[in-house]
């Protein structure tokens, strides 16, 4: 291994565990606790190294952001490939995003809350945050009913599932009612 490989590879590593640590401070006691002096604190880096990666908070909060896609993406493809028929992927894909939602508060936040300077259906929007869309179309699509674009009902599909995370996560809605909400919403949207 060459000394830039190596270097390469600390770099990586110095990058994932300040990912890794502001997420776990965020999850502990919200963002506004993640600061780039308590990250060093934590890393046991200067402020200096923290910012030779990250120009500051806003490019964490946009990297986590990333990461979540990544990995919301990846939930909703294994709950929709575990499932029977369109009607149980549709299902399965609502229960799995409401799941990662509630288990993941933070990481939530960081992705539709937030602002990490990340762009939204545009040209520029990054990979991972049109994967996780994608990873919704791909089951939505064959939903959607006649004549009804499947981007379009996908927007409004993931809109409702928004709305429902963070509602409940607010307290505005009953929990007890999660699982009738999450039938509705199929019902309601879903034609098969």
């Known amino acids: 291994m060459s000394v830039q490989e190596r270097k390469e590879r600390e770099r990586a590593g110095r990058e ?25 604190e934590r890393i046991e880096y200067s402020q200096p190294v923290l910012y030779s990666h990250f120009r500051g908070k806003r490019e964490i909060i946009g990297a986590v952001a990333l990461e979540g896609a990544a990995e ?16 149980a992927r549709v299902t399965a894909l609502a229960r799995a995003y409401l799941d990662f939602a509630a288990r993941n508060p933070a990481v939530y936040d960081a992705m539709f809350q937030l602002d990490g300077g990340l762009a939204f ?9 049109k994967d ?10 064959e939903v959607a009913g006649d004549g009804v674009p499947p981007g379009l009902f996908t927007e409004v599909f993931w809109a409702a599932l928004h709305g429902l995370a963070t509602l409940t996560r607010a307290g505005r809605l009953p929990p007890e009612d999660a699982e009738r909400r999450t039938r ?7 034609m098969v």
Request: glycine residues 4%.
């Open 184 to 190: 509705l919403l199929v019902d309601r949207l879903a």
């Open 132 to 141: 996780a869309f994608a990873a919704l179309l791909e089951s939505l699509g």
């Open 72 to 87: 919301m993406a990846a939930a909703l493809r294994a709950a929709a490939r575990a499932a029977d028929g369109p009607r």
């Open 16 to 40: 994932r565990l300040i990912l890794a640590t502001a997420r776990e401070l965020a999850e502990q006691q919200g963002w506004d606790a993640v600061t780039t002096r308590r990250l060093a």
């Open 121 to 129: 259906a545009k040209e520029d929007t990054p990979e991972p945050l």
